[in-house]
């Protein structure tokens, strides 16, 4: 007995081994310190050790190579490097690796999780996408800018409030006020109201969905399905954390009233009409029925990709600025041309800002929010062309360009004393700043006299 035991380890040791020569037969440079069965997963899904921090070490490491090999446990996985290479995949031949990774997802409290675009794969994503496309395109996007721009004239008069009685404001907290009043307002029209400190239920289940705390058991439970996902199958372990049930009786809610009148134009109408859209019997080729469900993942979804990750990129963008005054000069310099062409900030004017542009490229290039993008290959790998829409990217954009011209034409932004470099927080997955980070907004009035 003991005999056969020790067959069956020396005969998994030498597969796990043969296994981690993938790279090495094929002449790739191999990231260093991988180990039997977990290859590199033991750092690149530390719970005590941003993910982030050690691909960035990798990065620096590697500086001058266009990719290398890595080991996701006995997973033969490539990491690319180079800008061209990830454009390649992502743009030109994304036909090809549109799918990620399978959690294996089979708890029936799942059902909501596997209906949301970034956990779909196959002809499901497809059908899903070709419906929700159209809702993201630049006319419907123009059409909620109005209801951004409210949000985001509420942001300036919190900040003017709250200067009265704070010399520096939390740096992401600020921001992550707004952006979650943007995502309730736009994705599911719920509004918050949490400038005036009201509905802060919303406020704390978003950031317990997200777990920006960092709580030991939720890193703990993450790092099992990205390690043992057919293990979570088989025990059919739910990968869904519980404020999920609170969004979706909220926005079931939402829909309910929607179906007896009162429209406003958001992202929650647009499903529901595509929804109907779909019901059309004149329609001679309906893309794809949407469920309940599917409205309601998508919509829990924006909450998912876009509060955290775009609170973070403001306050990013808005801190570099404090670091460059000369820049942030520059910068409100433009966007005073813009108000003067068009006599307000419209979309047009914001999306067309160059210099804007530019500095939340270079705030995401310094500070990527989202650190890694994993693709699986999904068919032989041939030279094609399709185009890729940017889908969400579109929102994103014309909220955080709005936010911030918003603020850089009413305050001058500076460091807070003593916090001149950006410190960041040690946690699992997005890289953010720390919670202790802190912001200086002087109205420009003052500055001026």
Known sequence: MLFTVALLVVAAWLYSKYCHTYWAARGVVTIPGYIPFLGHSHKLFRTSYPRWLYIDEVYKNLTGSKFCGYYDQLTPTLMLMDPELVKTILIKDFNHFADRRNFGMTSKRDETVKEMLSFSNGDHWKRIRSVLSPIF?????????????????????????????????????????YTLEVISSCAFGVETNSFQGEEQIINDMADKLLNVSGSRFRNMKTLLFFLFPRSCSFFKISFSPPEIVFFENVIMETMKQREKGGKRGDFLDLMMEAREDQKDPDLKAPKYPLKDVTIVAESILFIIVGYDTTATTLSFIAFLLAQYPEQQQRLRQELKNIVKEYGTLTYQGIMQAKFLDACIS??????????????????????????????????????????????????????????EQMEFAKSFGSMRPSPDMKIVFKPLINCEQ
């Open 137 to 177: 395109n630049s006319s419907r996007i123009k059409g909620i800018f109005p209801l951004v721009a409210l949000k985001a004239d509420a942001l300036v008069d919190y900040i003017h409030r709250e200067i009265k009685s704070h010399s520096a404001l939390p740096l992401r907290k600020t921001f992550a006020l």
């Open 362 to 419: 270079e705030a995401l290039r310094l500070h990527p929010t989202i650190n890694f993008v994993e693709r699986i290959c999904t068919k032989d790998y041939n030279d094609r062309h399709i185009e890729y829409l940017k889908d969400g990217m579109r929102f994103a954009l014309m909220e955080v360009k709005l936010a911030l011209a918003k603020i850089l034409l009413d305050f001058e932004v500076s460091c807070a004393p003593g916090q």
